[in-house]
C-alpha cells in the first residue's frame, strides 16, 4: 500500500475545525420561551436518557471525523500493487505442462500460476477484455475476450494441469488468431518457461511474461526402454540429473511390481548416468523404474512426475506361419529369414491327399494347392488353383503392362525389373484390392472378408523372376506382416502423454476395453483403431476380448521430454525475434482504491444524515384556528 | 380603540352568569335567589305574622279566605371582579397572539359585558405577589371608555405570584360576586392556595388560561439553552422530535389537571389559545362555557 499525494493527507488537519466547530455547537443558542417551568419537570423525568443522548452527540462527531478521514485518505490515492494491471485486450497463455506440476512453489507451480491470472483478473480494467488459453498437449481457449470477471474466474478453476508438453506452437497460434480480432492487445505468458527456444512464431501486440517456479531441483528417468536382443529381452534405463548439484539416486527396478534390481548412483550435476540389464525373463510383462532419495523416505525432487517411468516388452514367438507346398525353396528360404515368423510345412501325401494340422496357425500360406476346405484364417494364396474365394480361370501367357497400385502394402516395391511369364487369369471380388495388374489379369491382390484377410499371388514364383528381385523380400514382409499382424499395437515404444495410439486389434476380436492407470475404462468398438485418451503417465491395459479368449496387453505412457523435466525456470522467453523479460515495471503495477473509500465516506454520510435526522425539524407550528 | 361599533353591540347583548346568585347592592337585570319586591311572580306562602300587608294576594284571600303572601323575583346586580395576571411570562406571542394583549381583550370583552347589564365591575391586575392597579368598582355602559383607557395603561412586567396576589385582592372587604382570573398559570408556587382564599370570601370563580399557540408547540429544536423571560431561569434542553412531542403531551396533561382541580371545586374553567380570535371567544367559547348567557 502506497500513497500516490501523500501530500492529501495535510488536509487532516480540517478535523480541527470539525471538532472546533463541534465544542462550539456544544455552547447552546439561547432562546427565550415564556417559562422553563414545564420544560424544567420534563427534564428532571427525562435524566435517566441523558448518557445515551450525549452518546448520540459524541456519534455525530464519530461519524463526521470519520467521512473526513474516509475523504482525505482518498485524496491522498491510496495504490495497492498488483502483478499487473492489464487494460485492452488480454490474452493470457497458461502452461498447463507437466513441469507446472513441479512443487517447488507451493502448492504447485500451476496454482501459484492460476494464482497470477486471478490477479490480472482482478486488477483487470472495467472496459477490458480477457482471454484465457490453456497450453497443454492439446491447447485450448478456456474463454474468449470476456470482461465479466466473475465468468472469467469460473473459466480459470476449470483448468487443469496436465501431465504432457505443451503445444506451445498451437497455442501461440490460438493466441494470435485471439489478438487479431483486438486493436490494442497484450499477450501475457504465465509459465516456468518451458518453450522451446526457436521456432515460435511472433506475436501481435505487446508480449509479457509472468514467470514461476523458483528451483532447478529435479531428477528423472529420461529413458527407459527393452528390446529383445539375441531372443532375450535387455533393458535400458538413463536417469538425467536436471539440478545443479551432485546428486545420489535409487534407481529400483520392478517387474510386475516386484523388485529385482536396485543400485544407487551418483550423477553429477547436469548430466546422466544410463543402466543396462541382460538376460530378463522372455515372457511379456511390464517393467517399472523409480528413482527414490537412498537416504531419506521424502520426495526426491520438486517434480515426482518423471522419477517413474514404465516400458512394456512383448515377445515376439506369437507368429506361426504354416506352409502348405510341393515344395518352394524360395518362400521357405522366405519365410525362415523374416524376423518374427517361426515356419511350419505341410507336405501333402504322395496320393495328393492334403491334411491341415489341427492345431491353428496364425497365417496358411498355399503354394499351388489348396485343402478341400479353407481353414478360417488369413490365408496367403500363390497361384492358386479354383477355390471358392475368387475365380479362377486358364493360363495366360505374356504379361504385359505391369502396373502397381498405390497401397500400404505395395510401399517401396519396386515391380520395373520383375518379369512374370505367365500367370492364371482370375476375376478378383470387390473387397479385393488389386495391389499389381497386367493387362490381362491381376496379379497380386489382398483383402478381407468376414474378418478374414486373403492375399493371393496369381502367378507360381517359379514362372517369374520376382525371388531374385529386391521386390521380393518387401513384398512379402508386407503381406505377412498383414496376414500375420506382429502385435495390436508396437508397444515397444512408450507414448508420451497425450499421444494418440494406433491399434491393429486381431480379426476376431469384438470388444476392446483399455484401462489407465487410475483404472478409468474405456471401451472402444470394434472398428477403432484410435486411442487418445493417454493423458495420464503410467501403464494401460489393453483388453482384447474375442468369442473364446481374452487377451491383455499394455503400452506404456512416460514423460521422457528434457523440455518438462528440466525444471529450472527461465529468465526470459525467445518469442520470434524479441526476447520477452519479465521487467520489474512491468511487474509490478499500482492499483488505485480511492473509489472505496470515497464508497465508505459516503456510506458514512447517509449513517451521519439517518443519525442527524431522529431529530426532525418539524417547526411548522399547526394553524389551531 | 379595544373594540368596534359592532362588536361592542354584541356584547352588550350578553349577560355574565354567576351559578349561585350573589345579593346585589341596587335592583340590577339579574335574578335573584332573594324573594322579593319585582313585578316578577314567583311562589305563594302562608302569611305570618309580621308580613308586609302589602305582598298579601287580596285576591286570593278574597277567594279562598286564607291569608297569602305573593312571592315575587328579586333581580340585582351581579359583583364582577376581572383578575388579570399580569406577570412577564404573560408578554408573550406575536402581536394579536400576544397573551397579555389577548387578556386585555378578553378582560374588556368581559368588562363590556358587566357593564352592558348593569353589573358591577372591579378589575384588578395582578403583579408581584399583590394587586398592582385595580378598576375600581364601576356600574353602567357609560364607564366603558374608562375602563378601556385603564386596560390600555396595563403592562406586564413583574413576576408571578398568583397566591400572593389573590391572597392580597381577597383581604379588602368586597361583596362577594364572580371572580374571572385570566392568567397562563406558569406560576411555580401553583395558584391554588389564593384561589382557596378567594373562594372562603364567598366569591365565585372562572378562570380563563390562556397560552400562545408556540407553548403548546413549541418551534424549537437541537441543543438550546431556554431562557425564562419572567425569571431568567435558564434550561439547557436537546430538543428532538420524541422531546417534543414529551412536552406536547405534558402541556396536555397540565391543561387536563387544571381542569379536573376546577371541576372538583366547581369552578368554570375555559383553556384558549391566543391564535383563536378573541371575538370569537367572547362571543361564542365564553357562551358554550356558560360564562356568559
Known amino acids: 500500500m502506497q500513497f500516490l499525494t501523500p501530500l492529501a493527507f495535510a488536509l487532516s488537519i480540517l478535523a480541527v475545525p470539525i471538532i472546533l466547530l463541534y465544542m462550539l455547537k456544544l455552547r447552546r443558542k439561547q432562546t427565550q420561551v415564556s417559562s422553563t417551568l414545564l420544560w424544567e419537570r420534563l427534564l428532571r423525568e427525562k435524566q435517566a436518557n441523558a448518557p445515551w443522548q450525549k452518546l448520540k452527540r459524541n456519534l455525530l462527531l464519530f461519524l463526521q471525523l470519520l467521512i473526513l478521514a474516509a475523504l482525505v485518505a482518498a485524496l491522498a490515492r491510496p495504490a495497492l500493487e498488483t502483478k499487473v494491471v492489464t487494460s485492452g485486450s488480454v490474452i493470457v497463455m497458461l502452461d498447463a505442462s507437466a513441469s507446472m506440476n513441479a512443487t517447488d512453489v507451493k502448492p504447485s507451480r500451476f496454482e501459484e500460476a492460476r494464482k497470477s491470472v486471478l490477479t490480472l483478473i482482478n486488477g483487470l480494467t472495467s472496459d477490458s477484455a480477457m482471454t484465457l488459453i490453456l497450453a497443454a498437449q492439446t491447447p485450448q481457449t478456456l474463454i474468449a475476450s470476456e470482461t465479466d470477471k466473475s465468468l472469467l474466474k469460473a473459466a480459470l478453476s476449470k483448468a487443469q494441469v496436465s501431465q504432457g508438453s505443451a503445444d506451445w506452437s498451437a497455442a501461440f497460434a490460438l493466441a494470435a488468431g485471439a489478438a487479431r480480432n483486438e486493436i490494442n492487445s497484450t499477450v501475457v505468458i504465465v509459465s516456468d518457461g518451458g518453450l522451446p527456444d526457436s521456432g515460435l512464431p511472433s506475436l501481435p501486440g505487446e508480449a509479457r511474461y509472468i514467470p514461476v517456479g523458483q ?162 484364417a488369413n490365408l496367403l494364396l500363390v497361384n492358386p488353383p479354383a477355390n471358392p474365394l475368387f475365380e479362377v480361370g486358364e493360363t495366360v501367357k505374356g504379361i504385359h503392362n505391369i502396373q502397381v497400385n498405390q497401397h500400404s502394402l505395395t510401399k517401396y516395391v519396386d515391380w520395373k525389373t520383375v518379369h512374370v511369364l505367365q500367370a492364371k487369369r482370375t476375376t478378383m471380388p470387390n473387397w479385393m484390392n488389386v495391389l499389381i495388374e497386367s493387362d490381362s489379369t491381376p496379379l497380386v491382390a489382398a483383402g478381407e472378408t468376414n474378418g478374414q484377410r486373403i492375399a493371393a499371388l496369381t502367378f ?136 472505496w473509500l470515497a464508497g465508505l465516506a459516503l456510506i458514512a454520510l447517509m449513517i451521519e444524515w439517518q443519525v442527524f435526522h431522529r431529530k426532525p425539524f418539524k417547526i411548522r407550528i399547526k394553524d389551531k384556528g | 380603540m379595544l373594540f368596534d361599533e359592532s362588536t361592542l353591540r354584541k356584547l352588550n347583548q350578553l349577560t355574565l352568569v354567576a351559578s349561585r346568585i350573589r345579593s346585589g347592592a341596587i335592583k340590577g337585570e339579574r335574578r335573584s335567589s332573594h324573594r322579593g319586591s319585582s313585578v316578577e311572580f314567583a311562589d305563594y306562602r302562608n302569611y305570618t305574622a309580621g308580613d308586609d300587608l302589602r305582598r298579601l294576594d287580596w285576591n286570593i284571600y278574597a277567594r279562598l279566605e286564607k291569608p297569602f303572601i305573593k312571592l315575587l323575583e328579586e333581580e340585582e346586580d351581579l359583583a364582577v371582579y376581572v383578575l388579570i395576571d399580569g406577570s412577564r411570562s404573560m408578554d408573550w406571542g406575536d402581536g394579536e397572539q400576544n397573551k397579555f394583549l389577548y387578556a386585555l381583550h378578553l378582560a374588556a370583552g368581559i368588562g363590556a359585558i358587566a357593564l352592558g347589564a348593569g353589573d358591577l365591575l372591579s378589575v384588578g391586575l395582578l403583579q408581584g405577589g399583590r394587586v398592582a392597579a385595580e378598576f375600581s368598582p364601576a356600574r353602567g355602559s357609560y364607564a366603558l371608555p374608562r375602563l378601556f383607557k385603564f386596560l390600555e395603561s396595563l403592562e406586564a412586567k413583574a413576576d408571578t405570584d398568583l397566591n400572593a396576589s389573590l391572597k392580597a385582592y381577597s383581604i379588602p372587604p368586597r361583596r362577594a360576586g364572580l371572580a374571572i382570573l385570566i392568567s397562563d398559570f406558569f406560576a411555580a408556587d401553583g395558584y391554588e392556595t389564593g384561589l382557596r382564599q378567594l373562594l372562603s370570601r364567598g366569591h365565585e370563580a372562572a378562570l380563563i388560561h390562556v397560552l400562545a399557540p408556540n407553548e403548546i408547540d413549541p418551534p424549537l429544536a437541537g441543543d438550546l439553552q431556554l431562557v425564562d423571560i419572567e425569571t431568567n431561569a435558564q434550561q439547557d434542553v436537546s430538543i428532538d422530535g420524541g422531546l417534543r412531542n414529551l412536552y406536547k403531551a405534558r402541556v396536555r396533561e397540565w391543561i387536563q389537571s387544571i381542569q379536573t382541580d376546577c371541576r372538583k371545586h366547581g369552578i368554570r374553567y375555559l383553556d384558549l389559545v391566543t391564535s383563536q380570535p378573541w371575538e370569537q371567544v367572547l362571543l361564542l367559547e365564553m357562551r358554550k362555557s356558560g360564562l356568559v348567557k
Not at chain 1, 262 to 274: G, M, N, T, V
Not at chain 1, 578 to 593: F, H, I, R
Request: aromatic share 8%; hydrophobic share 45%.
Open chain 1, 215 to 376: 528451483s532447478d531441483d529435479n531428477l528423472a528417468i529420461s529413458a527407459l526402454a527393452l528390446r529383445a536382443s539375441k531372443g532375450v529381452p535387455q533393458l535400458f534405463a538413463e536417469v538425467a540429473n536436471y539440478s545443479g548439484a551432485d546428486r545420489k539416486v535409487l534407481l529400483s527396478l520392478y517387474l510386475e511390481n516386484d523388485l529385482f534390481d536396485a543400485r544407487q548412483l551418483d550423477i553429477p550435476a547436469h548430466s546422466q548416468k544410463s543402466v543396462s540389464l541382460e538376460d530378463l525373463p522372455v515372457a511379456s510383462a511390464v517393467y517399472k523404474a523409480h528413482i527414490s532419495d537412498p537416504l531419506k523416505d521424502e520426495a526426491l525432487d520438486s517434480l515426482p512426475l518423471d522419477d517413474t517411468a514404465f516400458a512394456v516388452y512383448q515377445s515376439s514367438a506369437a507368429r506361426r506361419a504354416l506352409l502348405v507346398s510341393n515344395g518352394n525353396f524360395f518362400l521357405e528360404q522366405l519365410l525362415a529369414s523374416l524376423p518374427g515368423i517361426q515356419p511350419f510345412r505341410a507336405l501333402p501325401a504322395a496320393d495328393g491327399d492334403l491334411k491341415i494340422p489341427n492345431e491353428p496357425f496364425d497365417l496358411y500360406i498355399f503354394d499351388g494347392i489348396l485343402p478341400a476346405e479353407l481353414p478360417k
Open chain 1, 460 to 595: 507360381d514364383l517359379r514362372e517369374s523372376d520376382l525371388p531374385l528381385q529386391v521386390a521380393y523380400p518387401i513384398l512379402f514382409s508386407n503381406l505377412i506382416n498383414y496376414l500375420a499382424p506382429p502385435s495390436a499395437f508396437d508397444a515397444s515404444q512408450s507414448l508420451s502423454a497425450g499421444e494418440t495410439l494406433t491399434l491393429v486389434p486381431p480379426t476376431d476380436v469384438e470388444k476392446i476395453i483399455i484401462a489407465t492407470p487410475s483404472n478409468i475404462a474405456y471401451t472402444l468398438a470394434a472398428g477403432q483403431t484410435l486411442f487418445s485418451e493417454t493423458n495420464e503417465l503410467g501403464y494401460y491395459a489393453v483388453n482384447f476380448t474375442s468369442k473364446d479368449a481374452a487377451k491383455a496387453e499394455y503400452f506404456a505412457v512416460n514423460l521422457f521430454d528434457p523440455a518438462e523435466s528440466n525444471i529450472s525456470p527461465r529468465e526470459k522467453l525467445q518469442i520470434g525475434n524479441t526476447a520477452v523479460t519479465p521487467a520489474v515495471s512491468q511487474q509490478v503495477g499500482l492499483q488505485e482504491v480511492w473509489q
